[in-house]
């Protein structure tokens, strides 16, 4: 059964009716999820629920519903603080108007999750009861059955019960495979796991690896990882340590959501190879406890801290050990059955207990000057050890503030950020008499957590005695949640107070610039310029904002202080200062795209945007003249190097509509001219996007190769579809192998069955 057919349908529709962003973004949302991109696809999500509500379609909310959850339970690893929406969500699908909806199934799934990331083992038993109940009333055929299989599989495996929940899962494939059905990815990860787990190493192992040998082209994200984790685990388990540190993902490349695997995988090979297990990696594994903890996947919490104080305990942290067992600690009083907890948690604290302490090296009045001094004997530094002794020192100093400012920065280093923050509440609540550095450290702090209630806290506590703390606080919190009208307010404020604190006149620069109010942007500038005037950046900056405003005698002033060779004296710079690379960022995503530098901090972008993006070809753009990569110090590598520079206003739009893509076969050179040329003189704008090596097979001629060529066609933006698909159909006709512009065709409304041809010969 094609559960996916109603929203296939749902889409067509929208595009039919001149909606093809919205038809896109249910694409869009569904692709970031599998590729494990948690930010952009919670970004989407106001904008869905606001198509689901303008639609009035119950079908689409269960299924933007049940991705989000997908997103929030698989890779965020969410446990109580998705049960409300998992709850809400079930009786919604289940009633009159969305029982019928293909994805109504799917919640069940969403249930099965959300109940597992709480506590696994204490909610097994009822999450195989609702996995029964789904899959009884579900044929094999339907994706939902394998999915309700392996969760069933996985609660089994919780109850300890791993070598039943194989044969299980085992007897539900063959089902699946009577049916017609291929195991999906899920499932094969999920029989792989519990071959692991039984003692079936070598088996695992070669299906993972024969898995591997039938992949083509590139993977899903949330498939190829935890294979690969899989398959390091496997290794491990063989001793072949090296090998699978090699095919291990780097940690900084794992969700939370996959943390818990990838430790499993990843602790016995650290601890096999203690070159590895470092205080950096021992720090995010003390920020995914941290995660868990905050989410309330309690099980999870505790296994997951009982793996990382054991890699602390190996490295010789019993520090971070011990804030590991305490976060661990307060989560077993929320389980819904011990099933071994606390007498795990009872033996690693007797372990910690029994593990050395580190003596500090200097008396507590002299340990920051030991430690300063290491740092200029350029001594590798160690937060953990430091964090430690700081600490130590503390108990004896607590009113020194440098100590305590030194210990928050090492603990926030290890991962203990909660910690961290607490410390310098500590002190700052009973120090708010006057302006303290720690309060500005606290902010960053508090800020980098999302905590705005806590940082209005900080700001109403200094509000008599320093209100420059004050206006900072609330500036900073503002521009971090894009407020950029009360960040203008308030570091308007700030300066009002404290006018020489040049990082307020920064922070309105930034607000300003948001607002696009260059002109006032460039005279803050010129404040700042004044001020620090051998900060050499800032002439940079006035230029950028400047120009965006079009002052260009100002522009033309600051050039000529730079040294710069200008062809005219004043007025509009518009020459040809040769390739750099324009980078925007559209919805979370980084573009980068050619253009010619126009002036000092001005281009015109001339590469075409294809697909679903948006179109900049022609735009003529102000860049940040902060370079994205810095300069190579290679003299050959510098040779070929284009500065890329990130986009901070669009002066004047170049007025093309979408980049077309046609694919095919390599005319040859002068056919290809001569398409370029004929499409230019209609004042069309033409890019080839493919690379020179790029080759397509002709099925017809037996799988022969020809050079192929990929390019893209942009006509302006209110030109007819169909009159762009006539001139190409004239454009390439003489051409030996036929073109395909399957997308032009289907929004043009023309035939597109020819281009799926096309597609289908050349395997375009």
């Given at each position: 059964m094609n559960i996916w057919h109603w929203i296939e349908q749902l889409q067509a529709s929208l595009r039919e009716a001149g909606q093809a962003h919205s038809a896109d973004l249910i694409d869009r949302f569904s692709t970031e999820i599998c590729d494990q991109e948690v930010e952009r696809a919670e970004a989407l999500m106001p904008e869905l629920r606001a198509l689901c509500k303008t639609l009035e379609n119950p079908w689409l909310e269960v299924f933007v519903r049940h991705w989000d959850l997908r997103n929030r339970l698989g890779n965020k690893s969410e446990g109580e603080t998705a049960l409300a929406e998992t709850v809400s969500l079930f009786e919604f699908a289940h009633r009159d108007d969305t029982i019928e909806c293909p994805q109504s199934i799917c919640v069940t799934q969403d249930m099965a999750s959300c109940y597992a990331n709480v506590d696994g083992p204490g909610w097994a038993e009822e999450r195989i009861a609702v996995c029964d109940e789904t899959l009884a009333r579900i044929e094999p055929s339907r994706n939902c059955f394998q999915c309700l299989s392996y969760q069933k599989a996985l609660a089994l495996r919780d109850s300890g019960r791993a070598a039943e929940a194989l044969t299980w899962l085992q007897a539900q494939r063959a089902v699946l495979e009577a049916a017609g059905a291929e195991a999906n990815g899920g499932t094969l990860e999920v029989e792989n796991l519990l071959l692991l787990e039984v003692g079936r190493v070598d088996e695992a192992l070669a299906r993972i690896e024969a898995e591997e040998a039938t992949v083509e082209g590139v993977e899903w994200r949330n498939i190829a990882q935890p294979r690969a984790m899989l398959k390091a685990r496997a290794l491990a388990a063989l001793g072949r340590f090296d090998e699978a540190w090699d095919v291990l993902p780097p940690l900084r490349e794992i969700n939370d959501g996959d943390l818990l695997p990838w430790m499993e995988a990843a602790s016995p090979v650290l601890m096999a190879l203690p070159e590895h297990n470092d205080w950096g990696r021992g720090s995010r594994l003390h920020q995914g406890v941290l995660h868990h903890s905050r989410l309330g996947a309690h099980r999870k919490t505790i296994t997951l801290a009982v793996y990382a104080a054991g890699l602390a305990l190996a490295r010789g942290s019993r520090f971070s050990a011990q804030r590991l067992l305490q976060i661990a600690q307060t989560h077993v009083p929320r389980l819904r059955s011990d099933a071994g907890a606390a007498a795990t948690l009872s033996a690693l604290a007797a372990e910690i207990e029994s593990a050395a302490h580190t003596p500090a090296p200097a008396p507590a009045d002299a340990l920051l000057q030991w430690l300063e001094q290491q740092g200029e004997l350029e001594q590798e530094r160690n937060p953990e050890v430091e964090a430690e002794w700081l600490l130590q020192a503390l108990e004896q100093r607590p009113d020194d503030s440098a100590l305590r400012l030194q210990a928050a920065n090492a603990l926030q280093a290890c991962g203990a950020i909660d910690d961290a923050i607490a410390l310098l509440w500590t002190y700052v609540e009973r120090h708010y008499t006057q302006e303290e550095n720690l309060a500005y450290t606290l902010?960053?702090?508090?800020?980098?957590?999302?905590?705005?209630?806590?940082?209005?806290?900080?700001?109403?506590?200094?509000?008599?005695?320093?209100?420059?703390?004050?206006?900072?606080?609330?500036?900073?919190?503002?521009?971090?949640?894009?407020?950029?009208?009360?960040?203008?307010?308030?570091?308007?404020?700030?300066?009002?107070?404290?006018?020489?604190?040049?990082?307020?006149?920064?922070?309105?620069?930034?607000?300003?610039?948001?607002?696009?109010?260059?002109?006032?942007?460039?005279?803050?500038?010129?404040?700042?310029?004044?001020?620090?005037?051998?900060?050499?950046?800032?002439?940079?900056?006035?230029?950028?904002?400047?120009?965006?405003?079009?002052?260009?005698?100002?522009?033309?002033?600051?050039?000529?202080?730079?040294?710069?060779?200008?062809?005219?004296?004043?007025?509009?710079?518009?020459?040809?200062?040769?390739?750099?690379?324009?980078?925007?960022?559209?919805?979370?995503?980084?573009?980068?795209?050619?253009?010619?530098?126009?002036?000092?901090?001005?281009?015109?972008?001339?590469?075409?945007?294809?697909?679903?993006?948006?179109?900049?070809?022609?735009?003529?753009?102000?860049?940040?003249?902060?370079?994205?990569?810095?300069?190579?110090?290679?003299?050959?590598?510098?040779?070929?190097?284009?500065?890329?520079?990130?986009?901070?206003?669009?002066?004047?739009?170049?007025?093309?509509?979408?980049?077309?893509?046609?694919?095919?076969?390599?005319?040859?050179?002068?056919?290809?001219?001569?398409?370029?040329?004929?499409?230019?003189?209609?004042?069309?704008?033409?890019?080839?996007?493919?690379?020179?090596?790029?080759?397509?097979?002709?099925?017809?001629?037996?799988?022969?190769?020809?050079?192929?060529?990929?390019?893209?066609?942009?006509?302006?933006?209110?030109?007819?579809?169909?009159?762009?698909?006539?001139?190409?159909?004239?454009?390439?006709?003489?051409?030996?192998?036929?073109?395909?512009?399957?997308?032009?065709?289907?929004?043009?409304?023309?035939?597109?069955?020819?281009?799926?041809?096309?597609?289908?010969?050349?395997?375009?």
């Open positions: 902010m960053t702090y508090l800020l980098q957590q999302g905590a705005h209630d806590e940082v209005e806290r900080l700001a109403r506590l200094y509000a008599s005695s320093a209100p420059q703390t004050t206006h900072w606080c609330r500036a900073s919190s503002a521009a971090q949640r894009g407020d950029w009208v009360e960040a203008e307010l308030h570091s308007r404020r700030m300066l009002e107070v404290a006018p020489e604190y040049h990082g307020g006149r920064r922070l309105l620069v930034r607000s300003l610039l948001r607002q696009e109010r260059f002109s006032e942007a460039s005279a803050q500038l010129g404040e700042l310029r004044l001020a620090l005037r051998d900060e050499r950046g800032l002439a940079w900056d006035y230029m950028s904002a400047a120009t965006a405003a079009g002052e260009w005698e100002g522009v033309h002033r600051v050039a000529r202080e730079l040294g710069m060779q200008i062809e005219t004296e004043s007025g509009p710079i518009d020459e040809d200062w040769g390739w750099v690379i324009i980078r925007c960022i559209e919805d979370d995503k980084t573009l980068d795209y050619y253009a010619r530098r126009t002036g000092p901090v001005s281009a015109r972008i001339v590469e075409n945007a294809w697909g679903p993006r948006t179109q900049h070809v022609m735009d003529e753009v102000v860049y940040d003249a902060e370079l994205v990569f810095p300069v190579p110090e290679d003299e050959e590598e510098r040779s070929r190097f284009v500065p890329t520079f990130p986009r901070m206003h669009t002066l004047r739009s170049g007025g093309f509509g979408p980049g077309w893509l046609v694919d095919g076969v390599h005319p040859g050179e002068a056919a290809f001219d001569q398409l370029r040329d004929t499409l230019q003189a209609r004042g069309w704008k033409v890019w080839i996007h493919s690379a020179d090596d790029y080759e397509v097979q002709d099925s017809a001629e037996n799988g022969r190769s020809h050079p192929g060529i990929y390019f893209s066609v942009s006509a302006p933006a209110q030109l007819p579809l169909a009159e762009i698909c006539s001139a190409m159909e004239q454009a390439t006709g003489g051409f030996e192998h036929r073109m395909c512009w399957l997308r032009l065709a289907e929004q043009a409304g023309l035939d597109a069955d020819k281009h799926r041809a096309l597609i289908e010969r050349y395997g375009l």
